[in-house]
């Protein structure tokens, strides 16, 4: 009548629990073909350096390209409590098919530190790219639309109140601007992800004089780990791409604010297509912009992968520790949850319709008042003054109860002597948008100026 704890000590073994605390197996099966590909090269650069020979590089590369069949046609049988991760599992298999003898000698030189960051930077890599791939798209969406929709007027606001006439476009440009340089800072990210461990070791590098550039060429990656211990240590490309994707997933998030905003009846500049609402299981007249509430609360769940993972790695000592393994959870969640997001984004954009007149509509006269000051500016008269004089009129329309392009000549010249007639034509709101035409502004030869900027970049 032994305790469980008096069963394990006396067979020796890892307690259960620990086993399967330990493994990694059931989510880094998902790097299985960049394991494959990595060992053939590896085996390949072996064969080279004379350190297996060829007939036996031969065996192995097929005995992989088996393996790797059985993975893609959903046959691997995997072995619980024997196989830990993906790298034991595919050597444990890749012996079982070729024979221990051979299959022996594939890991010579080598070590799981530098194979599990070789996996990841191949499998991130080719996933930032398809996310590049999905950004260009949005950034294309966005531009399309700026330039058709180019004469919609609407409110611009600041602190959520209306401050002056801006086009659409230039709202939706705004984000699209900061997307853009999303997509520079993550081609940057890209090429720092695609730099081969092969060749670290375990930790002090490779004692068989194996060429490393070879099978960085083979990898298609860009370059080397110019250091065995940090190449093995080093997550910074994990931690980079979370950064990169929370940075972004908030710009994603505060857009979607906007929209939740703009579709309400309330506002109702535009409207969701039905792909990307959903109705409510009570109130029938419900449409919610379910779509847009996902990709704001989804900047949380970005964000914790980034916050979760800096701390993991706080305090390591020197190279591979076991802690480093919880880099991988959070770096597969993370490029699903961005790569769907700018899928989303992208499809609520293209489909959602707008209310040209309901942003008209919301245009306000009072929010020309700038405009009156910049009219006596240009009159000569100091911004100081003219400023001051413009909120009189704002005062005056107040007291009065009339709309501030409504006061009269005379009610103006009692404010200020210097307002002449064509005071009128100051009320006028693509004028208004017109006169904001130095670079970067909402004229429409600045907002195409903005649309050609990004399509350079694409
Ligand atoms: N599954 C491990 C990881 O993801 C692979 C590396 C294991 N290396 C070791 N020395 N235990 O980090």
Not at 142 to 166: F, S
Not at 384 to 394: A, L, P, W, Y
Request: aromatic share 8%; charged share 25%.
């Amino acid at each position: 009548l032994l305790a469980d704890w008096q069963r394990l000590v006396l067979l020796g073994g890892l307690d259960p629990l620990m086993v399967k605390y330990n493994e990694s197996i059931n989510f880094d099966r998902i790097l299985y073909k960049q394991d494959i590909r990595g060992s053939i090269a590896y085996a390949r650069a072996n064969a080279e350096a004379g350190i297996i020979s060829r007939r036996e590089f031969e065996q192995i590369e097929k005995g992989l390209q088996q393996v790797e069949k059985e993975w893609a046609t959903g046959i691997f049988a995997i072995v619980p409590g024997v196989d830990e991760d993906i790298h034991t599992a595919n050597e444990r298999r890749l012996g079982e098919i070729i024979g221990k003898q051979v299959a022996g000698k594939l890991h010579t030189g080598r070590s799981r530190n530098e194979q599990v960051v070789c996996d990841m930077r191949l499998w991130l890599r080719d996933e930032l790219r398809a996310i590049e791939r999905h950004l260009a798209d949005l950034l294309h969406v966005m531009a399309a639309r700026a330039e058709r929709e180019i004469d919609l007027v609407m409110p611009g606001y600041t602190h959520l109140q209306r401050a002056q006439p801006i086009r659409w476009s230039h709202w939706l440009l705004s984000y699209c601007l900061v997307f853009a340089t999303d997509l520079e800072h993550l081609r940057e990210v890209i090429r720092r992800v695609n730099r081969c461990p092969l060749g670290c070791g375990a930790l002090a590098g490779n004692p068989f004089a194996i060429d490393r550039d070879m099978m960085a060429r083979e990898l298609g990656f860009d370059g080397l780990l110019w250091n065995s211990m940090a190449g093995v240590a080093d997550r910074d490309f994990v931690t980079e791409t979370l950064q990169w994707g929370a940075m972004l997933m908030q710009h994603v998030s505060r857009w979607a604010e906007d929209l939740i905003i703009y579709s309400t009846a309330e506002f109702g500049f535009v409207r969701l297509a039905d792909a990307y609402s959903t109705g409510s299981s009570l109130m029938p007249q419900k449409k919610n912009p379910d779509s847009l509430e996902l990709l704001r609360g989804k900047c949380g769940r970005a964000f914790g992968h980034m916050a979760g993972f800096m701390m993991s790695q706080k305090g390591l000592p020197s190279t591979y520790n076991k802690d480093l393994q919880e880099s991988v959870e959070p770096m597969l969640d993370h490029v699903k949850t961005v790569s769907d997001s700018i899928q989303v984004a992208n499809g609520v954009l293209a489909t959602l319709t707008t209310d040209a007149g309901r942003m008209r509509a919301a245009l306000d006269p009072s929010m020309l008042a700038t405009d009156i000051a910049d009219y006596l500016v240009r009159k000569g008269v100091p911004f100081r003054e003219t400023h001051h004089i413009s909120g009189r009129c704002v005062a005056k329309a107040e007291e009065t109860g009339t709309p501030i392009n409504e006061l009269s000549y005379d009610q103006f010249c009692g404010i200020d002597n210097r307002f002449e007639k064509d005071i009128a034509d100051v009320f006028d709101y693509d004028m208004s948008v017109e006169r904001r035409s130095a670079k970067g502004g909402t004229s429409k030869a600045s907002v195409l100026q903005q649309i050609k900027v990004i399509r350079e970049m694409l």
